[in-house]
């Protein structure tokens, strides 16, 4: 894999896509403002204009295109040695990239392209159930929590996100989500919605069960596809460190159902998954190639507010029925839980002080809200890990 974006591969990959799948004239038009949006004449008059805006008229510096993958996984392993992941919508024509680190060096294992995305999947999902794409994943993630496995409906996801013929890459069938009409979304075609035999969740809709096993199976879906993906990495390479990044990398129930296989000894996704995190490897990458310097591994997090430390004697917290603020007890020993805890409307999670993940850093957060307002999964759940409660 090339570690400059390259126009011409995306140019020449263009018509080979076209051929094999049924593309209609709507995409067709996306496809040429993508190519437009790669020129590098576009992106250095783009760049110029912002740099003015936020600078003034100094002397604007020089542009190194990189590949956007390779900015993701340059950016995120802490490890000497260790499989690492990069998967997110569509980077240049990329959606998912395995890669060997080995010291300093990257080597691309496999590579995912265009139009097999379980990013755009996941947004097209994250849309259907009445939430926004590219933000509201996490009400999808929370959502599944609520599911319960529906082999119907399990079925019906398995025909648009499915394994390859290798039985190891993803394949996803872009008919659902890219290529036909969208007159319910950007984000997926009319087909998906007569595949699911229901009409898209409005915003302002109640979700109900079959909102919950969709979420389910989607969320499954995904764990399934990646595992299978970073297992075979594991395997071939008989490294057992495994680093998470690109947006789909923000998926913390992912990233806990890979880590909770026995084959897989310690995992880091990177704090910075998306391509804010990308923009950090973009900036190591054009050093390395224009200097040669390479970045040290990654030990401590500037960019990142870590938070306060939490001593032990002062964990467990819930509202006072006599002070404004909260009150603090003795650290009690999971998994007990404080009669505050049995209590109406009351929320209960683990806390882990500045990323630890010892005993002595773990802290129990008791909550009750304030106002009556309707509770939903989406606004209550909590992220844990290991699999969904309800599997």
Request: glycine letters at 8%.
């Amino acid at each position: 894999m090339e570690r400059m974006t390259d126009t011409a591969r995306l140019l020449d990959q263009g018509p080979e896509h076209n051929a094999e799948w049924a593309v209609d004239d709507q995409t067709r038009v996306w496809q040429r403002w993508l190519l437009g949006w790669f020129d590098p004449a576009a992106m250095q008059c783009y760049h110029h204009r912002h740099w003015r805006k936020e600078f003034g008229d100094l002397r604007f510096p020089p542009l190194y295109p990189m590949a956007h993958h390779f900015g993701h996984a340059l950016a995120q392993s802490p490890f000497d040695q260790a499989v690492c992941l990069t998967i997110d919508g569509s980077g240049d024509q990329h959606t998912a990239v395995v890669w060997r680190k080995d010291g300093d060096a990257l080597e691309a294992l496999r590579e995912v392209f265009i139009p097999h995305s379980l990013g755009w999947f996941y947004a097209a999902i994250t849309e259907y159930l009445g939430f926004e794409a590219y933000d509201g994943e996490y009400k999808v993630m929370g959502l599944a929590a609520y599911g319960r496995p529906d082999p119907e409906l399990q079925a019906k996801v398995g025909r648009v996100v499915g394994v390859a013929a290798d039985g190891i890459e993803f394949r996803v069938e872009p008919r659902y989500l890219h290529h036909g009409a969208h007159t319910w979304s950007g984000r997926f075609t009319d087909e998906l919605v007569e595949l699911l035999g229901r009409p898209p969740r409005r915003p302002d809709d109640e979700l109900i069960r079959w909102h919950e096993d969709l979420a389910y199976a989607a969320q499954d879906a995904l764990e399934v596809a990646v595992s299978r993906l970073v297992l075979w990495g594991v395997r071939t390479t008989g490294i057992h460190e495994v680093c998470i990044g690109g947006g789909v990398g923000l998926n913390v129930k992912m990233n806990s159902r890979l880590f909770e296989h026995p084959e897989v000894d310690d995992l880091f996704a990177q704090p910075l998954c998306s391509d804010s995190g990308a923009a950090i490897g973009a900036a190591l990458a054009a050093c390395l190639e224009q200097t040669g310097a390479r970045p040290e591994p990654l030990r401590t997090w500037p960019w990142v507010r870590p938070g306060p430390t939490t001593t032990s004697s002062a964990c467990w917290r819930w509202p006072s029925s006599t002070t404004s603020g909260p009150t603090t007890s003795a650290r009690l020993s999971p998994p007990s839980l404080p009669p505050a805890a049995s209590s109406a409307g009351s929320k209960a999670g683990w806390r882990l002080a500045r990323g630890r993940s010892d005993s002595e850093a773990s802290s129990p957060i008791l909550g009750a809200p304030t106002t009556a307002t309707r509770s939903t999964p989406s606004s209550s759940s909590v992220s844990t890990g290991g699999r969904s409660a309800r599997r």
